[in-house]
């Protein structure tokens, strides 16, 4: 009787922990605007252009065009620079379901 509440004890421990573990991974992949208007913003002005946009290194290659069209969905009032209001309203991604 100990041997099965003992392994079952650990299994829920085990599960919580990978449980928990997933909800900080899914937390981190959450873009942070204000981090990512420091971190694109090369010239310091407040705004990111879309030259400064498409100089950013991303994981992945993606395409001018691509990166063209991202910008503009961001550009909410399309003046041609994206401000840090502008990436804190920006389309969350969907998360992929497996």
């Known amino acids: 009787m100990k041997l099965k509440t003992l392994t079952f004890a650990m299994l829920s ?4 922990a990978v449980s928990f573990s997933a909800q900080a991974q ?5 873009p942070n605007p204000e981090k990512m208007l420091e971190r694109m913003d090369t010239d310091k002005n407040g ?3 879309l030259e400064e946009f498409k100089s ?6 993606v395409d ?3 990166l063209e069209k991202n910008f503009a969905k961001i550009d909410a009032d399309s003046n041609g ?3 840090l ?3 804190k309203k920006q389309p969350k991604k969907d998360k992929k379901k497996d």
Request: glycine share 0%; no cysteine.
């Open 13 to 16: 421990l085990a599960f919580s």
């Open 26 to 30: 899914d937390k981190k992949r959450e």
């Open 47 to 49: 705004t990111i252009s």
């Open 56 to 61: 950013v290194k991303r994981k992945k290659e």
């Open 64 to 66: 001018a065009k691509t």
């Open 81 to 83: 620079q994206i401000t």
């Open 85 to 87: 209001e502008e990436l």
